[in-house]
């Protein structure tokens, strides 16, 4: 098991309930994972949790048998160097670095730049064409698809994606899903994707739904 998810309860300033009440789940290697949910029922809060970017009232996360979810803020920051990739629905590409440079940056950054793998997601991205243009110079999803080029580029143990594709038409949400989904596959990734869409959720191995807190499988 890659990751096990127990008993998290999360409650923020001013609000007068758990956004969370003991949530609990497993994610295993090579598996995709979609948690749908109402609006402001959490899947968010519950993706800040699992990067480690937010830190829970109660409850654990065990990463590969480590609790991770009270780490400095220097440990979090290298678990997501190499271990925890996230895509958002932002893109949150830097405008001043080109495609290539945007999809190496972080794979860079944590040591672990591989050239060969690198174009192997920039083939399969359909970006070859891109590698020397701007964000500002190319459409919303391509960017997407450089974002998530990005993400898988330092080979990561977990992707998190965060409605990766609501920025997008039918046609491109699709396409890029469907490359997400086949791209994890190839480099033994788990996927965890949050999403409001139950077509996206039916396209990964397992949909689970959040409701009142807690995190139960979704009726198929």
Same mark, same amino acid.
Request: hydrophobic fraction near 40%.
């Given at each position: 098991?890659?990751?096990?998810?127990?008993?998290?309860?999360?409650?923020?300033?001013?609000?007068?309930?758990?956004?969370?009440?003991?949530?609990?789940?497993?994610?295993?290697?090579g598996?995709?994972?979609?948690?749908?949910g109402?609006?402001?029922?959490?899947?968010?809060?519950?993706?800040?949790?699992?990067?480690?970017?937010?830190?829970?009232? $109660?409850?654990?996360? *065990?990463?590969e048998?480590?609790?991770?979810? /009270? !780490?400095?803020?220097a =440990?979090?920051? @290298?678990?997501? #160097?190499?271990?925890?990739?996230?895509?958002?629905?932002?893109?949150?590409?830097?405008?001043?670095?080109?495609?290539?440079?945007?999809?190496?940056?972080?794979?860079?950054?944590?040591?672990?730049?591989?050239?060969?793998?690198?174009?192997?997601?920039?083939?399969?991205?359909?970006?070859?064409?891109?590698l020397?243009?701007?964000?500002?110079?190319?459409?919303?999803?391509?960017?997407?698809?450089?974002?998530i080029?990005?993400?898988?580029?330092? $080979?990561?143990?977990? *992707?998190?994606?965060?409605?990766?594709?609501? /920025? !997008?038409?039918?046609? =491109?949400?699709? @396409?890029?899903? #469907?490359?997400?989904?086949?791209?994890?596959?190839?480099?033994?990734?788990?996927?965890?994707?949050?999403?409001?869409?139950?077509?996206?959720?039916?396209?990964?191995?397992?949909?689970?739904?959040?409701s009142?807190?807690?995190?139960?499988?979704?009726?198929?």
């Amino acid at each position: 098991m890659l990751m096990s998810i127990k008993d998290l309860t999360r409650r923020y300033a001013g609000q007068n309930r758990d956004v969370l009440r003991g949530a609990s789940f497993d994610l295993a290697r090579g598996e995709s994972v979609a948690l749908t949910g109402d609006s402001g029922s959490g899947k968010s809060t519950v993706l800040h949790l699992l990067a480690a970017l937010d830190r829970p009232d $109660r409850g654990q996360i *065990l990463f590969e048998g480590t609790d991770i979810s /009270n !780490l400095s803020d220097a =440990a979090a920051s @290298e678990l997501r #160097r190499g271990r925890i990739a996230l895509v958002f629905q932002q893109y949150n590409l830097v405008p001043a670095l080109n495609v290539a440079e945007n999809i190496s940056l972080h794979a860079r950054l944590g040591r672990r730049f591989d050239p060969a793998w690198t174009e192997t997601l920039v083939r399969h991205l359909g970006l070859s064409g891109l590698l020397t243009r701007y964000p500002e110079q190319i459409s919303g999803g391509q960017q997407q698809r450089v974002a998530i080029a990005r993400s898988l580029a330092v $080979r990561p143990d977990l *992707l998190l994606a965060d409605e990766p594709t609501g /920025n !997008l038409d039918e046609t =491109a949400s699709a @396409e890029v899903l #469907r490359l997400m989904l086949d791209l994890v596959s190839r480099s033994g990734s788990a996927l965890f994707l949050v999403t409001h869409s139950p077509q996206i959720a039916a396209r990964c191995d397992r949909h689970l739904h959040l409701s009142g807190g807690q995190v139960r499988s979704a009726a198929p």
